[in-house]
């Protein structure tokens, strides 16, 4: 039987949405193993003098729960 973990991280990069979310994969990956897959569920944006200045990405990882044997 196969039990699937899903967590909800927020991602920011200076650049994009898309390094955003590549942000909080990778800092997921450093203690998750077997993930499986990654859902965008919002993008915002911080803003000072009218400019974003950090892109925000809210996503939702999936990771395969591995018991002990």
Known sequence: ??????IELIGSS??????A???A???AA???KNIKSIYVKSCKAKVEN???V???AVVKIAFVVQREK
């Open 25 to 27: 994969l990778a800092e």
């Open 14 to 19: 200076p650049k994009n949405w898309e390094e």
């Open 54 to 56: 950090e892109y925000r």
């Open 1 to 6: 039987m196969t039990v699937v973990k899903v």
């Open 30 to 32: 450093l203690t998750i």
């Open 50 to 52: 009218n400019n974003i």
């Open 21 to 23: 979310t590549k942000n």
